[in-house]
């Protein structure tokens, strides 16, 4: 008798253990799906971390589009495919040829993704994305006076 209640209380945990795993399934991917602009980069705007950093402001601006089946980047440059993601219970998982690169935690409540990149403490990157498409400032254009083909004609 003593066996039987062990066992039967071994399986009692196991269901309540299996039971909590499963409550915590992956987030509603329509949760997420769509254009995500830079709120923070460690913390800082976009704008002010490009600008420590002596970049163009446009460093610092960037996103990500999430579709029903991919990641893109959005960058000043262009888009690009960054590769398929997987939900989890707290967020996404980002992966390219199979193998998970990034993670991201989806606050609901902020509507907001958080990504920390880098290989170390050190040199980490926390990235704060809040719903929105990115707004890319107009390319600043070379005074007149270094506009001209004169200036850079070459002196006798």
Known sequence: MKKFAKLLALVMVMALVMSTLTACGA????????????ATLNGKSGDDYAAELGLDVNAGRG????TED???????LGTQDLGKYECLANGIQIE???TPIFAAEFDEKADTLTMKQ???EANAITIVYKRGTVVFAEPEVA???YADEEYYEEEE
Do not use: Y
């Open 96 to 98: 390219q040829n199979g």
């Open 143 to 145: 005074d007149e006076e």
């Open 70 to 76: 991919n990641i893109k980047v959005v960058s000043s």
């Open 118 to 120: 880098g290989t170390s």
């Open 63 to 66: 996103g990500i589009t999430i």
């Open 27 to 38: 987030i509603d991917k329509k949760k997420v799906l769509g254009d995500w602009s830079i």
